[in-house]
Structures are given as structure tokens and as C-alpha cells.
């Protein structure tokens, strides 16, 4: 079945420092989505990306579709206190109406 | 507008028995998904639904189970609980006909079972 890796699981960043997160599909992808969930909280919809290549940003974030819509990444320009959480992908193969989530990654900034 | 809402938060229940969680969506949002967190596992999917209808399950034994009313409030079941059903189960519903757009997660159902 479909799988999604994120890699990595856990990062350790100071603050100001650049922090990145991966997200690997066994499968193409008809579009992936991006959560933010902080320590005791659920998850809070970051972003979505539905086109091959397709880059969005957010202030300090950017989002990646890898071309053949089968990985993404995250990007966070100097990191800061308050981008602690876990950062998670969620994937949607074609013709089917559930997302498989990465495992996501932990983010702790150290100030 | 009100979030997603879901009762009860905690819950203690004991192996064998059954337990019913309950999910009211955003006002008018019409899917509702399910998915199980864990530390080990993460967030899996149970199933999502549309309309009353289940459009798609996750790989779950039958124990596990769930319906969605016409007013989009959903439910899910778990019969016979184990104790490696102790998870938060969270619940988001989305405001399309497909399966594109936000997912407004609610702040889940911490269950435990003894």
C-alpha cells in the first residue's frame, strides 16, 4: 500500500539557524499537504501543493513538489522559538479520498 | 464560526469493552476523516466519509467502525478495545465535494484502555 517517509524524524536547530524536512511517497501523489502540530495540540493545515514542481512560500516557509509529484520538502529560513512542533506531509494518491501521513519530523529550537 | 468539535476528550475504558467518540464537523463541512495518532505509529487513517457515505477505510480490523449522520456529525466505534487501541483519535472534516482543501482537525479523543 501507499507509503509516505519523512525524514528527519527528529531536529535540534538554534535559533536563527535554517531547518529543513523531507517527505518520500511510494506512489505519485495527486496533491500533498502540509501540518503543523504543537506539543499537546492538533494539527494545524500549513499548506497545500498540487502541481509537479509547484513552490510556495510563507514568510519564512517554503514548500517544494518534486517533479514527478512524488516527494516534497519544507524549508524554514532562520528558525525561531515559536516554529517548535512536528512537522507533518500528508499525501493523496489519485482516485482515492484519504491522506496518508509522513511520519513527521520534531522540531526544537534551541534559543 | 465554531471549530470541530469532539466528545468526549478523555476516556477510560477497560479491554473488551466497546466505546463510541463522537466528531461535529465545521458548519457546513460535509467529509469528515478519522485517523488514529500514536507515538509509534503516528497518525494512520481509519476512514473517511461524505454525505453519510464511507468514500474510503484505512487498513483498521473491523473492530473499528464509524457512520456519519445527515447533519455531517460523524461517529466512530471500536468493539472488543485492546490495549494497543489507547491512541488519540482525531477527527477533521473538510468543506468540499472532493478530497482537495484544508483539513480542520478537531482536538481529538485521548483514549486509554486498562
Known sequence: GQQVMQ???????????????????????????????????????????????????????????????????????????TDVGT????????????????????????? | KAGVTQTPRYLIKTRGQQVTLSCSPISGHRSVSWYQQTPGQGLQFLFEYFSETQRNKGNFPGRFSGRQFSNSRSEMNVSTLELGDSALYLCASGPGTGADGEQFFGPGTRLTVL
Open chain 1, 7 to 81: 525524514i528527519p524524524q527528529y531536529q535540534h536547530v538554534q535559533e536563527g539557524e535554517d531547518f529543513t524536512t523531507y517527505c518520500n511517497s511510494s506512489t505519485t501523489l495527486s496533491n500533498i499537504q502540509w501540518y503543523k502540530q504543537r506539543p499537546g495540540g492538533h494539527p494545524v493545515f500549513l499548506i497545500q501543493l498540487v502541481k509537479s514542481g509547484e513552490v510556495k512560500k510563507q514568510k519564512r516557509l517554503t514548500f517544494q513538489f518534486g517533479e514527478a509529484k512524488k516527494n516534497s520538502s519544507l524549508h524554514i529560513t532562520a528558525t525561531q522559538t
Open chain 1, 87 to 111: 512537522y507533518f506531509c500528508a499525501g493523496r494518491a489519485s482516485g482515492t479520498y484519504k491522506y496518508i501521513f509522513g511520519t513527521g519530523t520534531r522540531l526544537k529550537v534551541l534559543a
